[in-house]
Nanobody
Framework: VQLQASGGGLVQPGGSLRLSCAASGSTLDEYAIGWFRQVPGKEREGVSCISWSTGKTYYADSVKRRFTIVRDNAKNTVYLQMSSLKPEDTAVYYC???????????????????WGEGTQVTVSS
């Protein structure tokens, strides 16, 4: 599975941003696709994940009710809509895929089978 992330940038606190993860190279029905983020000195953490086949989702507590993950089957793309952004959301965001046989999976960095390149998100005034 190849993953191409895009959509990062600079946004003011309270603003919105949408990240895109385009997937290719394999049938995605047996994968969960997710977004992870990392800041210097900290471990990479799972932000949100979605089961490609069932649509089940997971959100970290820190982003619940602010972020929304959706998939577009026709475009093989997963989107992370981020709203009400806070400075603490600043990080490099990575798209990733975990082979889950259709389940949601762990949304943990330990379960990831494929990583995409990161995209920087900076929330600052």
């Amino acid at each position: 599975v190849q993953l191409q992330a895009s959509g990062g940038g600079l946004v003011q606190p309270g603003g919105s941003l949408r990240l895109s993860c385009a997937a290719s190279g394999s049938t995605l029905d047996e994968y969960a696709i997710g977004w992870f983020r990392q800041v210097p000195g900290k471990e990479r953490e799972g932000v949100s994940c979605i089961s490609w086949s069932t649509g089940k989702t997971y959100y970290a507590d820190s982003v619940k009710r602010r972020f929304t993950i959706v998939r577009d089957n026709a475009k093989n793309t997963v989107y992370l809509q981020m709203s009400s952004l806070k400075p603490e959301d600043t990080a490099v965001y990575y798209c990733a895929a975990e082979e889950t046989l259709g389940d949601l999976g762990s949304c943990s960095r330990y379960g990831v089978d494929y990583w995409g390149e990161g995209t920087q998100v900076t929330v600052s005034s």
